[in-house]
């Protein structure tokens, strides 16, 4: 197991110290920057700190001096992401904060995801995401889909106010296994329901897996409801994602 003294970038090392607090996630992170060079690790703290010009500058450096379009992005940006999760989750940090990383992530992405779909990585999976009908709340939406793109997934975002419809016609369109619908308002909440009950009309059931989140959704609720998994944040979605893909490969 790796010491945090093995982590060269200061900055981490004190991200780490003043606000990870569950030994598994302490573990998990020191294991992962300790594998990582000096130039992702201040690119990952550049964004940490919501600091979208120099991540743009360390980001463009570090592609012309070399560095792989796929290592930036699994050692700078994601490995900063995870930090930024965990201090949004356990409140040390609030949606201002998170949106100047989110912008931070974005300019590193900027560089990163041409290469990548260029160099033909294929994405681990196609996911639908968008928040239901009634309701205009996306910031939560589109941090999952920050994560959920920057963890290798294809996203395909709906936006906000979307119709049953407008979801069905996306997944059939986009041949996509997953679905994942926010909802933010107690009285948009049931349109997960009613979006879960067209697409079992409409005989598509089965061929989706559909995740919900957003503040006021449960687990309780989402098990009524008959969807597949609720994640209560972006991690948890990232998380879930990867588990529901799994589950539908074996039930292949
Ligand atoms: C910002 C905000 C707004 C902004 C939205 C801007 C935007 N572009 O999103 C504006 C000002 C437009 C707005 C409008 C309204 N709002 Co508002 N709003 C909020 C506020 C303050 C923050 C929401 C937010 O962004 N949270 C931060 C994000 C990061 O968290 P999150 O969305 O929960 O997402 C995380 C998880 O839930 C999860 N997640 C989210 N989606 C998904 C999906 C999947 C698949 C998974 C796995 C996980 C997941 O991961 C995310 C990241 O960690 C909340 C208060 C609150 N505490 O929630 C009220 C709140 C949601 N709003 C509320 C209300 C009442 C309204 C209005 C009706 C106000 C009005 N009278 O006009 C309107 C409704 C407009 C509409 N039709 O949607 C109420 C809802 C009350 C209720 N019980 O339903 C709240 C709770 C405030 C309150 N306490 O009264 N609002």
């Known amino acids: 197991m790796a010491e945090i003294t093995d982590i060269e970038n200061e900055f981490i090392r004190e991200e780490i110290e003043e606000y990870l607090e569950r030994p598994d996630e302490i573990e998990r992170t020191i294991n992962t920057f300790a594998q990582t060079s000096p130039a992702m690790q201040a690119i990952a703290a550049a964004l940490i700190d919501g600091g979208h010009h120099t991540v743009d500058e360390l980001t463009k450096e570090a592609l012309e001096a070399g560095v792989e379009a796929l290592e930036i992005m699994d050692d700078g940006l994601i490995s900063g992401m995870g930090i930024v999760g965990i201090k949004f989750r356990d409140n040390f940090i609030f949606v201002p904060e998170v949106l100047a990383c989110a912008r931070a992530m974005k300019a590193g992405m900027a560089y990163v995801e041409p290469i990548l779909s260029e160099s033909g990585i294929d994405p681990i999976g196609v996911v639908i995401m968008g928040t239901v009908k009634g309701d205009l709340h996306d910031i939560g939406k589109n941090l999952c889909i920050m994560m959920l793109r920057g963890s290798g997934f294809a996203v395909h975002d709906l936006g906000v106010d979307t ?47 559909i995740m919900v989140g957003g503040a006021p959704v449960t687990q309780e609720f989402a098990d009524d409801m008959g969807a597949d998994g609720y994640g209560k944040d ?12 799994t589950e539908e490969d074996e039930e292949f």
């Open 163 to 209: 119709s049953e419809d407008e979801f069905i016609e996306a997944v059939e369109k986009y041949e996509a296994r997953l679905l994942g619908m926010s909802a933010l308002l107690t009285t948009t909440m049931p349109n997960m329901g009613k979006t879960i009950e067209a697409f079992i009309d409409e005989g598509l059931r089965e061929d989706v897996k």
């Open 234 to 245: 972006a991690v948890e979605c990232v998380e879930l994602a990867k588990r529901l893909l």
